[in-house]
């Protein structure tokens, strides 16, 4: 079973950047888990336009961020919140995945991460950014996990502080990894 | 009361452009009413990323769009409705626009339409999209108004066919521009 | 494979008990498939009230619902739409459930249908719907499906008239237990 | 201007009664402002079933309790959060005032509070209780608030122990009275 991690977020600090990085490392301890990550910021595109689509076509970052999706069996996706609610940098990544021909995201098992400066952990972006995903046919896992207080939650190597939260974590990616397995 | 009117899309031949044209109309018949409109794709942004934001800074388009909106004492936003969910392109605006020392967006009147070609005419962003702009302190007005079928609902001057569909809008601005004008 | 329907309104001539009747014969032809069918209105249970929970403690109806759901391996649930959200009725009913000590909707596939007289097909409360359930940990199935017009579209034996929408059904039911059964 | 508050609760103890209280004693401090209060214990209504509305007709509580509604200009209501949504009880309120042939919610001003023993301060149940009321045609205040922690958050007499939060909610109330008033 191949997992693909990426961040719903361009900046090169990026907390969740780190926070799916996490992830990452909890699922490749598992036996039998092979891990793919990935940086958007390696895929840009421009905000969805349909005279693009019409005219030049479907960008080329849109095909093979569809390609590397497509060779996983599964997602976890960790977002920031932006304004309450799903990013429009990732929102438009959606957008663009969703007008290809074979729709990469479709019946894909997706876990979804928040990672937030604020006391709230990113609980609305998790609810809000599900229902693009199940509109497409994903299945987003009822699990999910904010991190509140990202700012001051890693260390210097990027790992996660508080033992308690990474327990969390590697009890979440595992519950996951072993529902989509069986 | 100066209304400003535009579209959540950016392709040239947008139903949403259309219809949100047609409400324009609707307001400029009201006595009292002064209304104006902008083309998002007159305000080009990348997709929102820290580091830009951190470096050359806020884009410019999206300091003149502040500023229109600033200058407006109501907003009327036609959004179409991808995934379910609102368009990365529109949340992406919303997104700059919420870096501004002044948020042009807070406390303003804003009422939400969205034209889909579908049968369910984009009721499901229109409840998604109020949640950004609420985040923000934005005053959504709780009456919306949905268009199914958009692919055929214009004439060619861009004119609603139905005139129970006309009447409708009609009606709903109207509503708007009375409760928030006393 | 055992899946248990019900619907999510107590009326007796409830177009959403026809609606998951419907669901429910097509899901008996699939080979392999036991069905179960209750009626919400044999299992009376007061609104939520921490007080009779501490008091008289949990309902007696609430325990025999339970532990039918508990005997089941999927669910299929069909609701009304009550001012574009889920019936109290019904969210009465999961908070309840949601206070027994196995709580049994928890891990639970479950299916969503609604079936409305308006034009919309019950969308909104699909959408509304799922966050209690994926909340409490049920894995809500990414397709679902509304039927609009609901007054008018049952025949006198409960049959759906409409060839089109009973195939639509037919195929919906067939992807979930295709999902969950491998 | 006369604000009616109540919350969304009906245990006794109920740290929503406790919150609402406090907001009642912020509202009366501000010149000009009559409050009302009342406890939704006193207005027991069945489960929403159309079998009843169409048989014995709309309960006698609904209908006070439209009348309390209808007295006011202006409602503030603070909701636990039941599995990350609105309650069962308190959505069935709504479901049966929505029923009368003049639905005193409509128009409305209303400001939504949450009190939660939990991290989040029930910041899931104000994004999701807003949906019903919005389709009804109240004006839900952009502004709300959460309180996490609740079960240690007040004193003997019922007032809140941190001068921070209390303030907060002051500036809240003040906000929605002022906004409301012109």
Known sequence: MKILFFAGSLRKDSYNKKF????QRAASAIKGIETDFLDLKDFPMPPYDGDIEDGPGIPEA???????????????IATPEYNGSIPG???????????????SLENKPLLLLAASPGALGGVRVLWQARVPFEVIGTHVFPGMMGLPG?????????????EKTAKRLNDLINQFVEYHRT
Request: proline content about 0%; charged content about 30%.
């Open 89 to 103: 940098t990732l929102k438009n990544v959606i957008d663009w995945l969703s007008r290809e021909d074979t729709v």
């Open 62 to 76: 849109t095909k093979k961020l569809g390609a590397r999706i497509m060779a996983a069996d599964a997602l976890v």
């Open 20 to 23: 799916v990085r996490e992830a």
């Open 150 to 162: 990202a700012a001051a939650a890693f260390d210097d190597q990027g790992h996660l502080k508080d």
